[in-house]
């Protein structure tokens, strides 16, 4: 890893790090509209909007510099006639450099329900698969024919298991979750760890400001060994259960905002944009982020029930 002299690259792998170890710092993707992609982090979300959900993500991370991270995904999740049980999956790319990841996932969750309340506590489980691909070879060192750097890596292939745990209404939820149980050595270094065990904490509520205008504060905070705390803020003001309005804050690294239209019960649309807040604002052109969402009712359902997380 010492040998990297490719300025771009380096750049992007530094920034990433600068207050910790190399890779550790984005080892797995961060989304800016996190509030609407939950199955990713935690799999007890599986099956919890009472409705059959379909998504797709794509972030493109500070767009004009070579090497920065790009990320895309698909996820859907149900719950079964049987509705304490839901099961969903997913399909995230994740892009860095050399390094092209890919995880495949399947969710399966299980939800206690309060006779006396709308209230849930659900109990989930993730296994899945990353798939490793690298083309370290194609990267310039200072040493000719550096062995670390000589070699390709093609669908290298990292089993993971993880767990999460949900409580939540109406009105407000929280959760937590580790998505990744096992700890996995990096194949362009083993004595680093490409995959490391992340600790996830998620919540946000709901406030009525008028008859025609909620407000939807959020947050989710990342735990990883050897690597900063990342703590992400998202607040939006959603205007007659139609037009999402918001701001996003990723402590000590960005800043942004969001505009998301639900353009009819089941399909909704969103976009954001976030600048840096570090050094690295004058090197791109910002971090943009597309959102896309379709939703079918149970058949038991006469309508839906808005929900805002």
């Known amino acids: 890893m010492k040998n990297f002299v490719k300025t771009n690259i380096l750049a992007v792998i530094v920034s990433l790090g600068a207050t910790s170890a190399l890779v550790h710092a984005q080892q797995e993707p961060q989304f800016s509209q996190f509030m609407d992609n939950q199955l ?7 099956g919890s909007r009472d409705a059959l959900s379909i998504g797709g993500i794509h972030r493109q991370q500070w ?14 999740h149900s719950p079964l006639k049987y509705k304490s049980i839901g099961v969903g999956g997913s399909v995230i790319n994740d892009r860095i450099g050399p390094l092209n990841q890919t995880w495949i996932n399947l969710d399966f969750s299980y939800t206690l329900r309060f006779k006396k309340s709308d209230s849930r506590l659900s109990f989930g489980l993730k296994g899945g698969m990353n798939l490793v691909n690298g083309s370290f070879s194609e990267l310039h060192t200072t040493t000719a024919n550096d062995p ?7 669908n290298r292939a990292m089993p993971n298991f993880g767990f999460g745990m949900m409580y939540h209404d109406s009105k407000w939820f929280a959760g937590v979750s580790i998505p990744k149980i096992l700890n996995h050595g990096n194949p362009m270094t083993w004595n680093t760890m490409l995959e490391q065990r992340h600790y996830y904490i998620i919540a946000g509520a709901t406030f009525d400001l008028t008859r025609n205008w909620k407000f939807r504060p959020g947050t989710i905070v990342k735990l990883t060994d050897n690597a900063p705390l990342a703590w992400d803020f998202n607040f939006a003001f959603v205007a007659n259960e139609k037009w999402w309005f918001g701001l996003n ?13 639900q353009v009819s019960e089941r399909f909704k649309i969103g976009y954001s944009f976030d600048i840096s807040t570090t050094a690295m604002v004058r090197y791109n052109y910002g971090t943009h982020e597309l959102l896309l969402r379709y939703e079918l009712p149970r058949k038991n359902s006469l309508n839906f029930t808005p929900r805002y997380f």
């Open 148 to 154: 670390t750097m000589m070699e390709n890596y093609s």
């Open 249 to 261: 804050y990723r402590l000590i690294e960005s800043l942004g905002g969001f505009v998301q239209l």
């Open 63 to 76: 767009v004009g510099y070579s090497g920065a991270p790009m990320s895309s995904g698909i996820f859907v």
């Open 40 to 46: 990713y982090f935690n799999p007890a979300y599986a």
